[in-house]
């Protein structure tokens, strides 16, 4: 794991210090922080009534309650140090062990659940990266660290997004135009009618 954490803090390294690298990775780790952007999007996706509503409420309880209980869990297991020259910045000092990334495993799980399509979820995806990224350049995490929460958060998220799409029944089914029955005309003209 050190080369690892190791070879992947190279390349973080000439980055550190750069004060615009600095306040990004701060931006996306303080978005990603209690799943503030998730809240936003969910509240995005059920801003009308209805099962996609239900959807995103229920997705995005799922995800974060499920989240927090695993990454507590193994953090109380694995119990792993954080690095010890954490970057300063405008972020909330980190209080719990190093291992999984809580922030990195949260944005996996919530970006698979929360999805609705492939499109959603590469974009989901795309931020997630973005918070692992930022909390490893931050030094809030070892890059093992973010690895095991991407790991975990992906998986827990590929398991329970069938899950809310059972609770929420209807709500990633397309309009579909309504069925046609046929009638009888004179002269034994058949044509469609709507229902």
Not at 30 to 54: E, I, S
């Amino acid at each position: 794991m050190s080369t690892i954490d190791a070879a992947v803090d190279a390349v973080f390294d000439p980055l550190r210090g750069n004060p615009r690298a600095d306040r990004a990775a701060a931006v996306v780790s303080n978005m990603a922080d209690y799943g503030f952007v998730w809240v936003l999007l969910a509240g995005l996706k059920g801003r009308r009534r209805g099962p996609k509503r239900r959807r995103a409420v229920t997705a995005l309880a799922t995800a974060g309650f499920s989240s927090l209980i695993v990454s507590r869990v193994v953090k109380e297991a694995v119990a792993r140090q954080r690095p010890e020259d954490h970057l300063a910045a405008a972020v909330r000092a980190p209080s719990s062990s190093s291992f999984p990334s809580g922030h990195t495993l949260a944005a996996f799980c919530t970006a698979f659940v929360l999805g609705e399509t492939d499109a959603q979820t590469a974009a989901n995806v795309g931020f997630a990266t973005a918070v692992a990224a930022s909390r490893v350049h931050l030094r809030a995490h070892h890059a093992t660290d973010v690895l095991g929460g991407a790991v975990i958060g992906s998986v827990l998220g590929l398991g329970l997004r069938p899950v809310v799409n059972l609770l929420v029944p209807g709500a990633r089914r397309r309009g579909r135009p309504a069925p046609r029955r046929r009638t009888g005309r004179p002269g034994g003209a058949v044509v469609s009618a709507p229902l």
